[in-house]
């Protein structure tokens, strides 16, 4: 569960905590088009599309619930990037790695 990252203290980064929604998914929509996914062989689309992903992204992430975003990229590589809030809904009782200064 994705809450329980919260547990990893010694991966936090501060460069990687946002206390601002815009922050949380200006880094998630710069990852993925860094490593935009690959397309399918008969040219159709594979996974939703980026501005669904956002809109989910701005709907759930206020509410405390996690984002994760994956797919295959160009090369086939399975790539997973996700944004774990704090505090949590699903975890409440999980303490924050890096509070809020």
Known sequence: M????????NQTAV???WTRLVGAVTWLKSTYEANPPGERDDGGGAYVTLEHKIAYAMD???RGVDVCWVHY????SLISFSVVCCLNHHHPGL?????PA
Not at 2 to 9: D, E, K
């Open 2 to 9: 994705t809450g329980h990252w919260l547990m990893r203290q």
């Open 15 to 17: 460069e990687r905590t």
């Open 60 to 62: 759930a992430l206020p």
């Open 73 to 76: 990229t160009k090369s086939q």
């Open 95 to 99: 303490p924050c790695p890096l509070p």
